[in-house]
């Protein structure tokens, strides 16, 4: 099983709407989580940490669940932009090196 | 500011021939990763340094790969010899050292091993 899982999509939505990612993690030991954001033939760059009670940026909002081991990103109002992959990230306690999820496509479409 | 540098961008060879690979970290952190990125694999960590010692070497695929940083602002990674299965973009990233693991990552290498 691998620590890190992601629906790999791809997800299709029209401009304008709400789109919802989940991942789950399975090593409980997890203490820091992120989602990064990769465009096409990119590097990877961090989007926003997530954090226990949730957090929110603009129109990107983020949800740990520890309970369930799974990290939500939702996205509203998405813009053409937002086209990417999705890469969900987590950090296990005493240990420097990340885990990356094998990311989720996303296509915003006109 | 200057990000995360790599070189070269592509690099195209042919089977059995050594590829090396560089990377100059951000100036000030101090802690440098190696990635290789594939369609089937997705991001895999393949080594990583703090102040220039390796730390943790566990995802170097074999021994036919191999890291060196000689000092803060320079890394290598080599490959010798390169097989057809090693085509892929390599990713170098920094950060630094226990501020909440932010990485910070190059534009990466896209090698092609015929």
């Known amino acids: 099983r691998k620590e890190v899982e992601q629906d790999p999509g791809p997800f299709n939505v029209p401009e304008g709407a709400t789109v919802a990612f989940n991942c789950t993690y399975s090593?409980?030991?997890?203490?820091?989580f992120f989602w990064y954001r990769q465009d096409c033939r990119k590097e990877p760059k961090l989007l926003m940490s997530?954090?226990?009670s949730g957090n929110e940026d603009g129109r990107f909002t983020a949800q740990l669940n520890r309970a369930s081991q799974y990290i939500s990103l939702l996205i509203r109002d998405s813009k053409l932009s937002d086209s990417a992959t999705y890469l969900c990230v987590v950090n296990t306690q005493g240990a420097q090196k990340l885990v990356f999820g094998q990311g989720t496509r996303l296509t915003i479409n006109p | 500011d200057a990000g995360v540098i790599q070189s070269p961008r592509h690099e195209v060879t042919e089977m059995g021939q050594e590829v090396t690979l560089r990377c100059k970290p951000i100036s000030g952190h101090n802690s440098l990763f190696w990635y290789r990125q594939t369609m089937m694999r997705g991001l895999e960590l393949l080594i990583y340094f703090n102040n220039n010692v390796p730390i943790d070497d566990s995802g170097m695929p074999e021994d036919r790969f191999s890291a060196k940083m000689p000092n803060a602002s320079f890394s290598t990674l080599k490959i010798q010899p390169s097989e057809p299965r090693d085509s892929a973009v390599y990713f170098c990233?920094?950060?630094?050292?226990?501020?909440?693991?932010?990485?910070?990552f190059g534009p990466g290498t896209r090698l092609t091993v015929t």
């Open positions: 997530v954090y226990s």
């Open positions: 990233a920094s950060s630094i050292t226990g501020t909440g693991i932010e990485q910070y």
């Open positions: 090593n409980s030991a997890s203490q820091s």
